[in-house]
Each structure stands twice: as C-alpha cells, then as structure tokens.
C-alpha cells in the first residue's frame, strides 16, 4: 500500500523538501524578531503570516514525514518570539493595555509557572510536558485576539471576557494537570 506520493507507510519524504516545513518554522522567527520594526498597516498582514505558518509548519511536516528534533525544537521558540515581539509592540503603541495582556496571558503564565516548578523538582520531566487542546484553543483565541488589535484598536469587552475565558480554562486544565504530575511525582519518591 502506498500513499499518493507512491511512498510505502514508514517512508520519509526525499531529503531535498524536507527542509520547507522547517523554513517556515525559521520564518515565523525572524517575522516575530522583526515585528517591532514594521509600519503598522503591515501588523495585520504579519500576524496572518505568523498565524498561518504556526498551523501549518507541524502539520506539513507530518504529512511529509520530515518531523525533525530541530522543527520541534525552534517551534515553540518561534511562536513565543512572534507572540512576544506583538504584544511588545502592542503595548508599545497602546493596542493593547497591561490588563488585557494579563488575562489573555493566563495560560502562558500557568504554564511558566509549571515550567519553573518541574525544573526545579525533576528536570528530567520537562521533555513530558505536552501541549493540550485547551492551550491550542487558548492560542487561538489568543491571535484572533491579536488580529483584532491590529485591525480594530477599539475592541469590545465581550471579546476581551471571551479570549481570557479560554486562558484562564486552559491556566486551570494546565494547573490540574500539573498538581495531578506533581502528586505522582511524590508517589514515585516515597
């Protein structure tokens, strides 16, 4: 049986494209790292850029089979590179105000707070931290949140109430799990 490609299952893609999904990965990081910079009629059209790649840069290399540690690696730095540099930005021009930033950010704090906890307790667990539907949704929500500031400068507060609902649910799935991890943690060292 072969897939439409004519590659049996198991089979890699050739060698020579299995460096697009990770160009897009690369991308997403110097578009993120350049953000600051651009004129703000173009802050739209980069975070429709940002977004897209963020979709598809993971999606394209399964489906070619050229997932690679690298890929997995830079996209997670990308991500927090582009996010960061908008939201600085954002801040930095009065689209957005630390208040919003802290509710659409709950999620992310979460889970920066379970990072530290992990290393500090079991280093060895990091790499067993795994991202969750209620962190993609949050995302999500997150960037149309951020396509909205771009667009709109004057965003309703239902909006608002709407995104930071996704984030503090996704701070608490993370929260749960985390406690859930911990307790096994002490389990395992008693």
Do not use: C
Not at 127 to 152: C, D, H
Not at 165 to 173: E, F, K, Q, R
Request: cysteine-free; hydrophobic content about 55%; charged content about 15%.
């Amino acid at each position: 049986m072969t897939d439409s490609q004519g590659r049996s299952p198991g089979e890699s893609a050739p060698s020579w494209i299995a460096w697009f999904p990770n160009s897009l990965t690369v991308a997403r990081l110097l578009a993120g790292m350049a953000f600051p910079f651009v004129p703000s009629d173009w802050w739209l059209g980069w975070l429709l850029f940002g977004g897209i790649t963020d979709l598809i840069d993971g999606w394209i290399s399964r489906m070619l089979r050229v997932t690679s540690l690298f890929g997995q690696l830079l996209d997670p730095v990308a991500d927090k590179t582009f996010v960061l540099a908008a939201v600085g930005t954002f801040l930095w021009h009065g689209r957005l105000t630390w208040s919003e930033l802290l509710l659409i950010a709950a999620r992310d704090i979460a889970v920066l707070g379970l990072t530290a906890l992990v290393l500090v307790l079991d280093r060895s667990r990091l790499g067993q931290m795994r991202p969750r539907f209620s962190g993609k949704v949050a995302t999500a929500g997150q960037f149309l949140y951020l396509l909205a500031a771009a667009a709109w400068p004057d965003r309703s507060l239902s909006a608002l109430m709407f995104v930071g609902g996704l984030s503090l649910y996704a701070a608490i799935d993370y929260s749960v799990v985390g406690m859930w991890s911990l307790a096994k943690w002490r389990a395992e060292r008693a």
